[in-house]
């Protein structure tokens, strides 16, 4: 939800609770160290057109869009300037955008998050690919650099055992692997620039795992699961979001669950897996038993929970 303390205060806007916008603070970053006219233009061009189609539904001239945007689009530019409007974000920027369109025509004293059209969901991620095909690029590395480092490197240190020296060298590998090759623009390849981003930190991750011998790793379709399971054991409270986007945004959790509530995604589920992998999955990974625990509680070896863990992981894979 945006919200605002008082109708028109630009400077009152409210972090979005529990989520982060990394695609969008990245480009924010961008725009407050790269001033150039070039850069503002070519976010103002991806801008314009939802904001046109959303004023359009209304029955807006044209005529009467382009002021109310030029002055809405120079408040952000400003506010972003001046770190008025700071990361965490209220929303995306577009969502931003829109906001300061409406609050400019006093539509509402108390604001809530604006219904934007349809289909402009990686838009921030299509101003970034776009300017990491410029021949300058230094700023934009900057300002992605910058903006993915502690996100991302928080969710792979909650989960893999590295020193600090490696977790310094695989991000600089990763970071490497996405301004050498950043994601085709096409629509098959719909994922924010910081997903992207995280599959490569991933594999360079596990790459480094397994050359140093740093314990089992599992690999395939079964490490996100288990990374997300986890990831719920572990944040009981949900006041870290990070991974379960990431996971949700790559397997297209939501529309296939109907939420994007991570305790409603594993309840929906847990129900399509027999009542053994359930108990199995509760006792691992919410009740977070040791595998001597499990195996006393399920009367097994201690050497099969692990594949039994494994295995029912891969069933509730395919329940998708």
Partial sequence: MLEYAE??????????????FHDD???????????????????????RQPIYTY?????????????????????LLENIRSRDLHPPLPGALLEVLLSYCLLLEEKSENFEKPNVPSGYTYLAKKVLVDRLQQPNKEQITQAIYNSFKEPALKII??????????LEDVFQEAMLGLLGRPPQDTAGNEAKLFTYFMQILRYKTLDLLKEKGKGEIQAGDLEDFNLLLDHLANDPGHKNNDFWDYVNEIHNLGEKFSSNDEVV???????????DCRKLLTLRFIEEKKFKEIAEIIDCSIDSVGQR??????NMRLGL
């Fill in 265 to 275: 995604f594993l309840d929906k589920l847990l129900t399509k897996i027999s009542s």
């Fill in 309 to 314: 863990v494994k295995r029912c992981v891969k």
């Fill in 55 to 75: 004023y359009q539904a209304l029955n807006y001239s044209e005529e009467q869009i382009k002021p109310i945007l030029i002055k809405a689009f120079a408040e």
């Fill in 7 to 20: 109708q028109n205060n630009y400077h009152n806007l409210k972090p979005a609770k529990s989520k982060r």
């Fill in 157 to 166: 240190q909650s989960r893999y055992p590295l020193q600090e020296s490696e």
């Fill in 25 to 47: 603070e990245a480009l924010l970053h961008f725009l407050r160290i790269d001033r150039s006219a070039d850069a503002w233009k070519s976010a103002y061009d991806y801008y």
